[in-house]
């Protein structure tokens, strides 16, 4: 089902700590950098991100809103998202997030 919300915690197979698995790269405007399974991201104000599975993210610092499809969702600095079969959505404000994917 489409959805976003926001959890109390992270499931305990999703761990938002992992190593990076390469250099960081240059990206929308901002730098992404790859992990074992997902990727961390340090935004200049918008990304777009697209997901017909399950994305969590972990909002590390700053806080704004995700927009989608059915609206927008606000964000702030520790939230635990999930963002369930969204298709195209986007991270709005100046922040740094983790997104850890499943299908």
């Known amino acids: 089902m489409k959805h976003?919300?926001?959890?109390?915690?992270?499931?305990?197979?999703?761990?938002?700590?992992?190593?990076a698995t390469a250099a960081p790269a240059k990206v929308q405007g901002g730098e992404r950098t790859p992990l074992a399974d997902g990727f961390s991201v340090v935004s200049g104000g918008r990304f777009k991100l697209e997901t017909n599975g399950r994305d969590f993210v972990r909002?590390?610092?700053g806080s704004g809103h995700i927009k989608w499809?059915?609206?927008e969702f606000p964000f702030s600095e520790g939230d635990i998202?999930?963002?369930?079969?969204?298709?195209e959505?986007?991270?709005?404000?100046?922040c740094r997030f983790t997104v850890?994917?499943?299908p």
């Open 4 to 19: 976003i919300e926001k959890l109390a915690a992270a499931p305990e197979d999703v761990r938002f700590d992992g190593e």
């Open 81 to 87: 998202l999930l963002v369930s079969e969204a298709g």
């Open 89 to 94: 959505y986007e991270i709005c404000g100046r």
């Open 69 to 71: 499809a059915r609206g």
């Open 59 to 61: 909002i590390r610092e």
């Open 100 to 102: 850890i994917r499943r």
